[in-house]
């Protein structure tokens, strides 16, 4: 009883393995190109939003204000804790009791990185009365702070 199996040919098994390898590489390659370009596509989405957001954050802080109502005088200093130098175009300071501005003044200064600087104002102040600093920025950004002598 000799049976003929040349007639019912099959794969072989190492034939088999190599075509179901190369099916596996093929798809395994395709998600991993499709993933890593979406992470891309991603991190370039997160840089471009992260530069538009630093156009408005001036980076400058009021670290500190002194008065002195006998000399009437105002000492604020500023600091400028961003990457990059900040150009300080205007420095106001309001009367919150009255509603008005007691000093208004355009300026050009620069702060460097890390830098702090300290600018005195020969102001009349009444004590009691709320008072509001305003720095504009030439990003379109701006500080504020309140005192009261």
């Known amino acids: 009883m000799h049976r003929n199996y040349s ?3 099959g794969v072989s098994a190492i034939i088999g393995s190599m075509l179901m390898l190369l099916i596996i590489v093929a798809v395994g390659s395709t998600i991993l190109v499709l993933a890593l370009n979406n992470i891309n596509m991603f ?3 997160l840089k471009v939003e992260e ?3 630093s156009r408005y954050r001036s980076g ?3 670290e500190n204000i002194a008065t002195n109502t ?3 005088r105002i000492t604020i200093w500023l600091r400028n804790l961003g990457n990059d130098p900040v150009h300080i175009n205007r420095i106001t300071v309001f009367d919150m009791d009255t509603q008005q501005p007691i000093m208004q003044q355009d300026t050009n200064m620069i702060l460097a990185r890390g830098q702090l600087r300290d600018i005195t ?3 009349t102040l009444v004590r009691g009365h709320t008072y509001k600093i305003v720095i ?3 990003n379109d950004g701006s500080v504020n702070d309140y005192f009261s002598p």
């Open 121 to 123: 104002y020969n102001l």
């Open 51 to 53: 530069a538009n957001l």
């Open 7 to 9: 007639t019912t040919r």
């Open 136 to 138: 504009n920025t030439s």
């Open 43 to 45: 991190n370039l989405a």
């Open 70 to 72: 006998n000399s009437n």
């Open 60 to 62: 400058v802080i009021i």
